[in-house]
């Protein structure tokens, strides 16, 4: 189903922004998202044999069952402009949708101070939890998968601890290049799941208390919902 807006009402995040800082002024701190890879909508597939790829979309490019994907650079320049706008309008910082390639993140960050953009980029870090959710996600979204993460999830699809257990050491690689990079401010999407977020807080030696015993508790009662997940029951 196509969304529509109601009558009257806000057709997308920049009237949002513009409502906000007209109606409120600096009452409120406004984040908007950002897409390293383009909006899911702004993705395209590439038809076979028929279309090739520059050199940067071929970067942020992403392949699932044998068809690829990409922001095309013409779409890109209208997503850049577009969040440009957002930040224009007053929003304070930028949160970006979950990737797992660290060199789309820093791309996308110089592309944002080339179109002018100053404000503080947040990544916004999707945990590796389980392989049917890392699967669903990832294709839903269209987010690049490296090769060699896309052959590791696959030798680990069966084995739920050892998976867990990769998806800290993952998350603390793609940490530390990100802190590296200096990224000041790092935001996990959790899920409800704190296993792993809590394992790499560990290892990155950031945790400011110690983790429980009932980790990913209600990790049975999650389910997929569209693009997210919520528990068994709620709507």
């Not at 529509?4 to 800082?21: M, P």
């Not at 013409?74 to 949708?97: P, S």
């Amino acid at each position: 189903d196509k969304w529509e807006a109601a009558e009257g009402g806000f057709t997308c995040a920049l009237d949002l922004v513009r409502y906000i800082r007209q109606h409120f002024g600096q009452d409120f701190g406004v984040a908007v998202a950002g897409y390293p890879e383009g909006h899911p909508n702004a993705i395209s597939e590439l038809k076979e044999g028929g279309e090739s790829m520059s050199e940067a979309e071929s970067k942020r490019s992403s392949s699932f069952d044998g068809i690829t994907y990409v922001c095309k650079d013409d779409d890109y320049k209208k997503e850049m402009d577009y969040l440009k706008e957002k930040v224009d309008a007053g929003a304070d910082v930028i949160i970006t949708q979950m990737f797992f390639d660290v060199d789309i993140f820093k791309q996308f960050v110089n592309d944002c101070r080339a179109w002018g953009i100053d404000c503080p980029i947040i990544p916004g870090l999707m945990c590796i939890n389980a392989y049917g959710g890392f699967r669903k996600m990832t294709k839903f979204c269209k987010t690049r998968v490296p090769d060699w993460l896309d052959q590791k999830m696959e030798s680990l699809k069966d084995d739920t601890d050892a998976l867990k257990k990769f998806g800290v050491e993952f998350g603390v690689k793609v940490c530390k290049e990100l802190i590296d990079f200096n990224t000041k401010v790092l935001h996990f999407y959790t899920l409800n799941l704190e296993k792993v977020v809590y394992g790499i807080m560990g290892e990155l030696d950031m945790l400011q208390e110690e983790a429980g015993d009932n980790l990913d508790a209600d990790a049975s009662t999650m389910v997929a919902v569209g693009s997210a997940w919520a528990r068994v029951g709620d709507t």
